[in-house]
DNA sequence: TATTGTTATACTCTATAACTATA
DNA sequence: TATAGTTATAGAGTATAACAATA
């Protein structure tokens, strides 16, 4: 038995599932690459476009809205407000939470953070044609939602 | 100014680049659960990949391969042997060296892996008609390609 | 001098539990 | 009794440096 032709052996890269995981780790990564400039990284962000959706959420409401457990909220909110990005005021209805308001910096923020993502998407495939652009994101949404992953959603995060 | 209807957000789920990393992630996740009651974690079954294609390589030697830093290799190798998967052996033309060898039972592990694999490749993209499963993959395989990235070469799996 | 395998160390992430103040 | 925020601690994972044996 000769192991290098016996056929024993796994195409990883001839395996969609591979080539999904592959191409979305280097994604995530170079996402982070363009973020950093803006002084922010994936996670960051994250909560960024969550409070852009809906200012003033509490750090339990955004840990839910992005599957993380309200411990690392805090974490993240303490970066943030390091930052400037965001502040925390009192909750209208609840003393015991904490109501997160994006900052004027942060709103400013947005628009160019928006424009990293696209340059990226046409980093990534932007070699394609511009239907052929649409129909794959088109077919990743739809594979994103048979999967049942949450539309915006994205846990393990570097 | 109403941050709800002002247009700054940044709609993830309508990005390529997002879509890929957020089904990445999740392939990732669902390999590594169906790798595991064969007793593997991804990083293993990249190594025993590796080593089904040229057995009796150096832990430097896949290191290199799979882009990690040798001390690493040192940790994997050591999960490996214990689990009865690969044998360390004299490398027969340099006294530093491991030759590292897949044990049978190894061996034997190779086709449920790659059957776990397309399973997986059927969860994902099952639903979709086989020639536009094809076209898919080849446009993925393209992808990474242009990307730059080594085929069948993925760091940072869980 | 450079390389292979190894160990030790520090640093980051993550997961869990526990505490407080409110509800 | 349950929940929001916080803190502390332990575990996994990673990166770097250093060492002994050999090239």
Not at 11 to 18: G, N, R, V
Not at 51 to 75: C, E, F, I, P, T
Not at 77 to 105: C, K, M, N, W, Y
Not at 127 to 140: C, N, W
Request: aromatic share 4%; hydrophobic share 40%; proline share 5%.
């Amino acid at each position: 038995m000769n192991e290098t032709t016996d056929g024993a052996g796994v195409e990883l890269a001839d395996h969609a599932s591979f080539l999904l995981s592959q191409l979305g780790a280097h994604a995530a990564q170079r996402f982070a690459e363009r973020l950093q400039p803006l002084g922010l990284d994936p996670k960051q962000f994250g909560v960024l476009t969550q409070l852009a959706k809906s200012d003033g959420q509490s750090q339990q409401q955004l840990a839910d809205a992005m599957r993380l457990h309200r411990n690392v909220m805090v974490g993240l909110i303490d970066e943030l407000e390091g930052g400037g990005f965001v502040q925390r005021r009192r909750h209208p209805s609840d003393r015991r939470a904490h109501a997160v308001h994006l900052t004027e910096t942060a709103w400013e923020l947005l628009p160019p953070a928006r424009e990293a993502l696209d340059a990226l998407d046409t980093e990534l495939i932007g070699g394609l044609a511009v239907e052929e652009q649409r129909h794959l994101t088109r077919l990743l949404r739809n594979l994103t939602d048979a999967a049942g992953l949450a539309p915006g959603v994205h846990p393990n995060l570097p």
